[in-house]
């Protein structure tokens, strides 16, 4: 039986019903992304594409990733690191709150880096061994970010605004390079980035993982100044969504979908690593019972990918290498191995055919699609894509991941059919084709046809008034509410 959670209503949230000033503000900010883009940043394209192309050692891989990304921003970048201009289609927020994912997104992963070689005080270098600041470009980045008279500043955190969403990545990112940045500040700079982050505390979220953004700053603030603001509220209702298995709905009247791995479960191991003592029982048990299943997702050439943001696609193995970390000792022997498996064949799998352009994630699959960029989505949103990344790299060298040995994914072992009660699913593995399928056992939806599972392109019309506005005009495309319920490893419902 599905599991009863009672619902709230949806709030009102301004962006997605723009009146004549909002437009305004959307046309300015639109007209100013144009003044400050650069040029495609595309002279590593080919080469970081070749990397995962061939058989390097993970570690490698990994490193050259994070090169990719840290000279890219820093060409993007604009007005003291504090936002980057990422090229790609625009999300419904302004251009301004895309260009600030283009720093907020890009943070956590540079911070994560100088967290893991601060022991050895190693730099990060291009690809072509030109030294890259990062722990400079991050205090710049903060300083400029919450001053309110500095061209850079993020601006006021207001009810349901996509800042609340950024302000969590921040406040990782200043949590994992705290050695380097916030322990080197001056007393008014501290209070500075404060004031700016404790704006959180008072402002409305929609009611679902969003709970978790909130959380996230209040803990990192309360590690680094002493002050408990925790909104423990909060956290209660994120726990109410578990379902079993591990899985999360995403709302009451949400989806369950790959938001319980690069949202849910993602945040939950950050609260988990900020502090240890908040609930450890409850975060750790729920990532074991999550990968315990969702390991069987997983082959060497893609996995089944159903619900939202289908570009986050290569941090679908975040939960496994969080997993390793928080519960290795109570954990098979292969599965290190195996985990480490899934999380490399994913980066190569979508990395070698093209998701890597232009210095960012592509806003796709593979290449661009805008098929399949929600209207939430932005140029940087992508970068959300870095998760599993993340986590790699913060906790790599103490779980093992980089030296030892993978082991086979279980669909390279034998074919197998097991059910998730939670999310009401039916996974099916072939081992002879490679394929896993993830079958649904209920409907999103009784209204569909034929024709309106399939997926729908952008009119002509609707294209040109989101190049005029800055503003997402595109339709919505996530095939678990047009009622798909069938999704395979082989992703042929997205071509």
Not at 74 to 85: K, L, T
Request: contains cysteine.
């Amino acid at each position: 039986m599905t599991k009863f959670i009672q619902a709230s209503e949806r709030p009102h949230i301004p962006c997605e019903h723009p009146d004549l000033k909002a437009y305004l503000a959307l046309f300015k900010q639109n007209l100013i992304r144009r003044k400050m883009q650069r040029s495609d940043f595309v002279k590593r394209d080919e080469q970081i594409r070749a990397i995962f192309q061939d058989k390097a050692d993970l570690k490698s891989q990994c490193e050259a990733l994070v090169s990719y990304v840290a000279e890219a921003f820093n060409h993007y970048a604009v007005w003291d690191y504090s936002h980057a201009y990422y090229p790609g289609v625009s999300s419904q927020q302004t251009a301004r709150l895309d260009a600030m994912e283009g720093c907020s997104r890009v943070l956590p992963t540079l911070a994560a880096w100088l967290h893991a070689n601060q022991a050895t005080g190693s730099g990060l270098y291009s690809l072509e061994y030109e030294r890259l600041d990062v722990a400079d470009w991050i205090k710049q980045a903060f300083l400029a970010g919450t001053d309110p008279n500095h061209q850079g500043y993020w601006g006021d955190i207001e009810d349901y605004d996509q800042r609340i969403c950024e302000s969590a990545d921040l406040a990782l990112a200043l949590w994992l390079s705290k050695e380097q940045v916030w322990q080197i500040l001056s007393l008014k700079q501290k209070q500075q980035i404060v004031a700016w982050f404790t704006q959180v505390n008072h402002v409305e979220t929609v009611d679902n993982n969003w709970h978790l953004f909130p959380l996230a700053v209040q803990l990192v603030l309360k590690d680094l100044t002493g002050e408990d603001h925790i909104e423990h509220s909060r956290y209660a209702r994120v726990k109410e969504f578990l379902v079993g298995d591990g899985w999360f709905r995403d709302g009451a009247k949400g989806n369950y979908d790959y938001y319980n791995a690069w949202g849910f479960h993602y945040s939950l191991y950050w609260l988990d690593q900020i502090d240890p003592a908040f609930d450890p029982d409850f975060i750790r048990q729920g990532l074991k019972d999550f990968s315990d299943k969702y390991r069987y997702f997983f082959t060497s050439q893609g996995f089944p990918l159903f619900g939202r943001s289908a570009c986050y696609r290569l941090s679908a193995t975040a939960p496994l290498i969080a997993t390793l970390d928080v519960c290795g000792a109570n954990l098979p022997n292969e599965y290190l191995g195996q985990f480490k498996r899934a999380f490399k064949t994913n980066l190569s799998y979508f990395i070698s055919n093209g998701a890597l352009e232009k210095g960012r994630p592509t806003q796709g699959l593979f290449a661009d699609d805008i098929r399949l960029t929600d209207n939430y989505s932005g140029p940087a949103s992508s970068f959300w894509s870095l998760r599993g990344l993340n986590i790699a790299l913060y906790c790599g060298d103490r779980v093992g991941l980089w030296e030892t040995e993978e082991q086979p994914l279980e669909i390279e072992k034998e074919s197998f059919m097991f059910s998730l009660n939670g999310p009401n699913m039916l996974v099916v593995g072939i081992q002879e084709t490679q394929e896993v399928s993830v079958i649904f056992q209920h409907d999103y939806t009784q209204q569909q046809s034929p024709l309106s599972r399939k997926l729908a392109s952008q009119s002509r019309v609707k294209k040109w008034q989101e190049r005029l506005t800055g503003r997402a005009e595109r339709p919505k495309n996530n095939l678990l509410r047009k009622g798909v319920t069938s999704y395979s490893s082989k992703l042929f419902h997205f071509f």
